[in-house]
């Protein structure tokens, strides 16, 4: 990599010496990581090496680099459509539809992909759906949260799902594995509110101990010490509504890093 791809060499290594601890996480230096050039490992190393051997492999194998290839690859209907999850269709033909969240309907369509998810819904002809990566471009130049994070995000603690999201709110499920709790934390510019939907909850607020069983609620006031901890041996799932002008990482102060069974 030294030799072959020295800027992006640099900028990784970089990256890593300018990073820093944050409790259980490591966080590369962000200036340095966006100023590493974009490319894959083959382009950069593999076919500029002089320390590498092929061999010919017939298994045929296909990339599936693209939803046309998705499209090639897959089972299809009688009327060479694939479709995944809650789907209708009239007069559809040659066509890929995924459906993750919720009923998609499509009527007259031929030689498309639709794919649905949670974040958004991409509608493309099969032929153009290499050009993704350009609508990602918009979105990141646009700084729409959609080029980077996902409405699902996984933590090492379980998972937490945005709902919904507006000024001043958000609603998030979150989903504590057993043994597992969130950091603990303080915010001082909003107030959270847990509704506890499966299992019982073990709340930290400032110097209490809370126990917080199925159908039952917690307000957590903004400028006050909390953690949820799951004691129990099965998932805690939790509804949590937060209020406030600042909903974003930032007014996140960490105390003690999560427990991660």
């Known amino acids: 990599m030294r030799r072959h791809a020295p800027r992006i060499f640099s900028a990784t290594r970089e990256a890593v010496q300018a990073g820093r601890t944050d409790l259980d996480f490591f966080r590369l230096d962000p200036s340095a990581f966006r100023a590493c050039p974009s490319d894959s490992i083959d382009d950069a190393v593999m076919e500029k090496t002089d320390r590498a051997a092929t061999l010919m492999l017939d298994a045929g194998w296909d990339d599936v680099g693209s939803w046309e290839a998705l499209w090639q690859?897959?089972?299809?209907?009688?009327?060479?459509?694939?479709?995944?999850?809650?789907?209708?269709?009239?007069?559809?033909?040659?066509?890929?539809?995924?459906?993750t969240s919720?009923?998609?309907?499509?009527?007259?369509?031929?030689?498309?992909v639709v794919v649905e998810?949670?974040?958004?819904?991409?509608?493309?002809?099969?032929?153009?759906?290499?050009?993704?990566?350009r609508?990602?471009?918009i979105l990141k130049a646009k700084g729409r949260a959609e080029a980077d994070v996902h409405r699902r995000r996984y933590r090492p603690w379980g998972v937490l799902e945005v709902i919904a999201l507006a000024p001043r709110f958000q609603v998030n499920r979150l989903t504590?594995?057993?043994?597992?709790?969130?950091?603990?934390?303080?915010?001082?510019?909003?107030?959270?509110?847990w509704i506890v939907v499966q299992g019982t909850a073990r709340v930290t607020r400032d110097d209490r101990q809370l126990t917080v069983g199925t159908d039952e609620s917690v307000f957590i006031p903004a400028g006050v010490v909390h953690?949820?901890?799951?004691?129990?041996?099965?998932?805690?799932?939790?509804?949590?509504?937060q209020t406030g002008d600042d909903l974003g990482d930032g007014d996140t102060i960490r105390l003690e890093a999560p427990l991660i069974p």
């Open 73 to 99: 690859v897959g089972d299809k209907d009688e009327d060479r459509n694939i479709l995944k999850g809650d789907v209708l269709v009239h007069e559809v033909s040659d066509s890929y539809i995924n459906a």
């Open 135 to 137: 609508l990602v471009e």
């Open 176 to 193: 504590l594995r057993p043994g597992a709790s969130i950091s603990l934390q303080k915010h001082h510019r909003r107030s959270e509110h």
């Open 102 to 112: 919720r009923l998609v309907a499509a009527v007259g369509l031929q030689g498309h």
């Open 227 to 241: 953690r949820i901890q799951n004691p129990e041996k099965i998932s805690l799932e939790v509804i949590e509504v």
């Open 117 to 133: 998810t949670a974040d958004a819904v991409m509608i493309s002809p099969r032929h153009c759906t290499q050009e993704v990566k």
